[in-house]
């Protein structure tokens, strides 16, 4: 009954910008922590960016000072705002989310079904 669905995915030149989008919908009781990671091809899946409040925010160190992850908490939404992008960051985006079914006893991981980011130079 839970869905993460990733919007804002495209093509983009180098030293452009992409905003991405992932909205949590279902029998969500409480999210915890949501956040976004990437898969290049030949590579392993990776974090990017996640955010369980301001206080607890961990980023890539390829993307600091690039990338910025927000939360809108009342829409269940994450946010990732890439700026400065660079054909490395070429990639399939995932949106995560750690939360609470409705009816569950804990805390379980959901993963969106991916949105393609492509920079070309």
């Known amino acids: 009954q839970v869905q993460l669905v990733e919007s804002g995915g495209g093509l983009v030149q180098a030293g452009g910008s992409l905003r991405l989008s992932c909205a949590a919908s279902g029998s969500i009781s409480s999210i915890k922590t949501m956040g976004w990671y990437r898969q290049a091809p030949g590579k392993q899946r990776e974090l990017v960016a996640v955010?369980?409040?301001?206080?607890?925010?961990n980023y890539a160190d390829t993307v600091k000072g690039r990338f910025t992850v927000s939360r809108d908490n009342a829409k269940n939404t994450v946010y990732l705002q890439m700026n400065s992008l660079k054909p490395e960051d070429t990639a399939v985006y995932y949106c995560y989310a750690s939360l609470l079914q409705y009816g569950s006893l804990g805390y379980r991981a959901y993963w969106g079904q991916g949105t393609q980011v492509t920079v070309s130079s």
């Open positions: 955010m369980t409040n301001s206080a607890n925010i």
